[in-house]
């Protein structure tokens, strides 16, 4: 018998187990290798809607088998800008952006394109820069709810408006919507129209505490941005003795605004379809991702190019249908929302 060296058995081993591990390699990738990696940058987190879509976020990417890094500025807008450059370092995918300053952002967007990931905006349209996808409400709609639904409770007399941050588009569509009824309406008078910077509840306060002093607490109808902007309006009335008597609007529904809609001091909300608007935006990503175009029911026009888009309907939410969409949803709980309500007045589960 032959004997072979041990140095060219050596060999030949070595040689079968990379063959093998090449043709493992060939026939299974790994799947880490499969997942797409998707970077999610958001303004803030204050808000507790943005921490309901961060975390759905997560888990319905998850779900697709997509990895998430998620990063939050802090409402900083340059602080938002380093951590995108922080994250295109790490080889993503796709950027979804819940932007701090919308007309801020092109070169960020720009750094993304050059290096191929693509960039969508997630509620609120970045301005003048190459966007391939946004998801969102229809705002201006939604600020055309808002102030129908004060008309309906007070539909003359003298009227607030409480913006939103200016530099949100956002702010500026409901404002559009919002003003595109009540400058429509003869029988009110605007006697206060003022945006609220970065959304700061507190810069709502003093808009509307300055509006009140001037009428003397003569106003018949509040038409407040969202829910944090309506908050401050109604601390502001009830500094006069109005809160509950005049209707103020929101948007957002989330837990408090809930709780004073059912008490009846915020006549509205609207409910945004967090979770639907989540999926569609988690879905767009991993599509861009993968060199697909998104399905798109709309364009919207952003400076620079008609942004291909997905608007979704908003909901309306009074003391009337308070359990219809927001609890038979599951989005909110019976007992959180009506926990301030004696319970002969809750509604029947």
Same mark, same amino acid.
């Given at each position: ?15 079968l ?6 043709? @493992?390699?060939?026939?299974t ?5 499969? %997942?797409?990696?998707?970077? =999610? ?17 997560? @888990? ?5 088998? +997509? ?11 340059? *602080? ?17 952006? !819940? ?11 720009? *750094? ?25 409400i229809?705002?201006? *709609? +939604? ?13 003359t007399?003298?009227? &607030? ?5 200016d530099?949100?588009?956002?702010? $500026?569509?409901?404002?559009? @919507? ?19 910077k ?5 810069? &709502? ?16 109808? $509040?038409? +407040? ?5 309506? @908050? ?13 008597? #005049? ?7 989330? =837990? ?25 935006? $988690? ?15 709309? %364009?919207?026009p952003?400076?620079? %190019? ?8 908003? #909901?309306?939410?009074?003391? +009337? ?15 959180? !929302?009506? %926990? ?10």
């Open positions: 018998m032959k004997r072979v060296r041990p140095s060219v058995l050596m060999a030949g081993i070595a040689l187990m990379l063959t093998a591990g090449c043709s @493992g390699a060939a026939n990738p790994s799947t880490d290798e499969q %997942k797409q990696l998707i970077g =999610l940058s958001i303004h803030n987190l204050i808000d507790e809607r943005w921490q309901r879509d961060r975390d759905m976020f997560e @888990g319905k990417a998850s779900g697709l088998g +997509a990895d998430v890094v998620t990063v939050e500025a802090g409402g900083d807008e340059q *602080k938002q800008l380093s951590q995108i450059d922080e994250l295109l370092e790490q080889n993503i995918d796709v950027l979804v952006v !819940v932007a701090q300053n919308t007309e801020n952002m092109k070169s960020a967007v720009d *750094k993304a394109r050059a290096k191929g990931v693509k960039v969508l905006s997630y509620a609120r349209l970045m301005k003048n820069a190459d966007v391939d996808f946004y998801v969102s229809d705002n201006v *709609k +939604a600020g055309e709810m808002q102030a129908e639904e004060i008309l309906k409770l007070a539909p007399g003298n009227y &607030a408006y409480i913006g939103g941050g530099t949100d588009n956002n702010a $500026v569509l409901l404002r559009d @919507g919002s003003m595109n009824v009540l400058k429509a309406n003869s029988g009110i008078t605007l006697v206060g129209d003022e945006y609220s970065d959304w700061n509840p507190d810069e &709502a306060l003093k808009h509307m505490r300055a509006m009140l002093a001037k009428t003397g607490g003569n106003i018949q109808g $509040v038409v +407040a941005a969202n829910d944090g902007t309506a @908050g401050a309006a109604i601390q502001a009335l009830a500094e006069y003795g109005l809160d509950g008597k #005049v209707p103020v609007s929101g948007q957002d529904a989330e =837990l408090a605004a809930l709780q004073r809609v059912a008490a009846g001091k915020q006549a509205m909300t609207i409910y945004l379809p967090i979770e639907n608007m989540v999926t569609a935006t $988690v879905e767009a990503a991993v599509e861009l991702s993968q060199g697909k175009e998104p399905a798109a029911n709309n %364009k919207v952003n400076g620079l %190019k008609d942004v291909p888009s997905n608007l979704l309907e908003p #909901v309306i939410v009074t003391k +009337a249908n308070l359990k219809e969409t927001v609890i038979d949803s599951g989005f909110a709980q019976l007992e959180d !929302v009506y %926990k301030d309500i004696p319970k002969d007045q809750w509604p029947a589960s």
